[in-house]
């Protein structure tokens, strides 16, 4: 790895570090001393692989090995492992613009089944990736590619416009929240 991209893993690991513990102070929860924010690790990539055997799994994409190539790939990314005490509840990942201006959380997943967070993940992963933005400088947070009309309108709740992305070439679709 060189020193640059060294620099840049240790400096945003800073923000995020710093972001996740902001939040965490201020999760509205009663059980919010159970909850822990955390970066991907090890124990989460290893409970994150049982998810894969799971019915109820929307879209299995691999945290195991796609975690460890979009994390060196991306060093200003954003992450986050979410817990309830020792169970891993959700992951996202995202990665801002070229440009800087703009956060795409690309992923966001919730344990499958027998969630202990169920219902939260998503409001937690966006308080966390909406503060992370802002800390970074990015204009708006985007959420890639939504699985399905169900969680457009969910996302949508949280004050994200759904848009369509142009051109046939382009497969994708997000929401989009300008930050301030």
């Given at each position: 790895m060189l020193a640059t991209h060294e620099d840049a893993?240790?400096?945003?690991?800073s923000f995020r570090e710093m972001v996740r513990d902001a939040i965490q102070k201020e999760l509205p929860y009663t059980d919010r001393n159970n909850i822990r924010l955390g970066?991907?690790?090890?124990?989460?990539?290893?409970?994150?692989?049982?998810?894969?055997?799971?019915p109820r799994r929307l879209?299995?994409?691999?945290?195991?090995?796609?975690?460890?190539?979009?994390?060196?790939?991306?060093?200003?990314?954003f992450e986050l492992a979410?817990?309830?005490g020792n169970t891993l509840a959700g992951l996202s990942l995202g990665r801002?613009?070229?440009?800087?201006t703009r956060l795409r959380l690309e992923f966001i997943e919730s344990r499958p089944s027998s969630s202990p967070l169920k219902g939260r993940i998503v409001p937690i992963t966006i308080s966390?990736?909406?503060?992370y933005a802002s800390v970074?400088?990015?204009e708006e947070l985007r959420i890639i590619n939504p699985v399905?009309?169900?969680?457009?309108?969910?996302?949508?709740?949280f004050g994200y416009t759904y848009r369509k992305a142009a051109g046939e070439k382009s497969q994708k679709h997000y929401l989009v929240k300008a930050i301030s």
């Open positions: 893993e240790r400096r945003y690991e970066s991907i690790c090890q124990n989460a990539l290893m409970q994150a692989k049982l998810w894969s055997e799971d879209v299995d994409w691999p945290w195991d090995g796609g975690y460890r190539d979009y994390s060196y790939r991306n060093p200003k990314r979410t817990w309830y801002p613009s070229y440009a800087g966390v990736a909406e503060l970074i400088g990015a399905d009309e169900r969680l457009i309108e969910y996302y949508s709740s």
